[in-house]
């Protein structure tokens, strides 16, 4: 599935889970891997990696959004413009 750039975008601006799952549900996106992959490519497409084996899709998106909203992301963005 491709990600929709203007929910990306709409995420990238959110700072709280309601702000994130009101803006799934404006967009009808309602699927755990489909939130995933839209918070993932919002945080510049980083590189994940899980400890434990295959992850079932809710608590890869529970762990996912919880990287997002740590806000940490949005300093690596932030390091990229600089050149570093």
Same mark, same amino acid.
């Given at each position: ?28 996106? *309602?699927?755990?891997?489909? /939130?995933?992959?839209?918070?993932? $490519?919002? @945080? #510049? ?23 997002? *909203?740590?806000?940490?992301? /949005?300093?690596?963005?932030?390091? $990229?413009? @600089? #050149?570093?």
């Amino acid at each position: 599935m491709e990600t929709n750039k203007v929910v990306v975008g709409a995420l990238q601006q959110c700072e709280t889970k309601e702000l994130v799952e009101d803006t799934f549900n404006r967009y009808s996106i *309602l699927e755990y891997s489909q /939130k995933s992959d839209h918070i993932v $490519e919002a @945080m #510049g497409s980083p590189m994940l990696f899980f400890s434990k084996g295959e992850i079932d899709p809710e608590s890869r998106y529970a762990t996912v959004l919880s990287m997002f *909203l740590t806000g940490e992301w /949005k300093m690596n963005k932030l390091y $990229e413009r @600089m #050149g570093m």
